[in-house]
Nanobody
Framework: QVQLVESGGGLVQPGGSLRLSCAAS????????TAWFRQAPGKERDFVAA????????YYADSVKGRFTISRDTANNMVYLQMNSLKPEDTAVYYC?????????????????WGQGTQVTVSS
C-alpha cells in the first residue's frame, strides 16, 4: 500500500506560481509511475503531468506544457509540481496519483493510489 498526501495549494494571482508537494509513505516510490491530475467543479478529473520513476521521463498535458514542471526527490519519497504563469483556468483541486507500473497513462483509473487533493485557486 502507498499513502499519498498533497500540500502546497492556495490562492494565487494570475501570473503567479505555486509548488505542490506529494509525500508518499508505506512503500518506496521505486517502480511506480506518479502523476498529477486536477478536477474543476462540475468537470472530469484531467491529467496534468506524469513522471516515470525508473527513467525519470516526464509527460505533460498540452494545456500546462512549458508552465508546469513535475519532479522528484528520490531520497525523501517526494514528488513535486512546480506551477508557473498560473491562469484562472488552472483553478481546480489537484491530486497526486501513483501506480505500480513502468509507463504512464493520462487516464485516471490507471492509477491505484490517490491523495486527498489540494485546492488551487487562481484569481485576482
Amino acid at each position: 500500500q502507498v499513502q499519498l498526501v498533497e500540500s502546497g495549494g492556495g490562492l494565487v494571482q494570475p501570473g503567479g506560481s505555486l509548488r505542490l508537494s506529494c509525500a508518499a509513505s508505506g512503500r518506496t516510490f521505486s517502480r511506480y509511475v506518479t502523476a498529477w491530475f486536477r478536477q474543476a467543479p462540475g468537470k472530469e478529473r484531467d491529467f496534468v503531468a506524469a513522471l516515470t520513476w525508473s527513467g525519470g521521463n516526464t509527460y505533460y498535458a498540452d494545456s500546462v506544457k512549458g508552465r508546469f514542471t513535475i519532479s522528484r526527490d528520490t531520497a525523501n519519497n517526494m514528488v513535486y509540481l512546480q506551477m508557473n504563469s498560473l491562469k484562472p483556468e488552472d483553478t481546480a483541486v489537484y491530486y497526486c496519483a501513483a501506480s505500480y507500473r513502468a509507463t504512464y497513462s493520462t487516464t485516471a483509473n490507471y492509477y491505484s493510489y490517490w491523495g486527498q487533493g489540494t485546492q488551487v485557486t487562481v484569481s485576482s
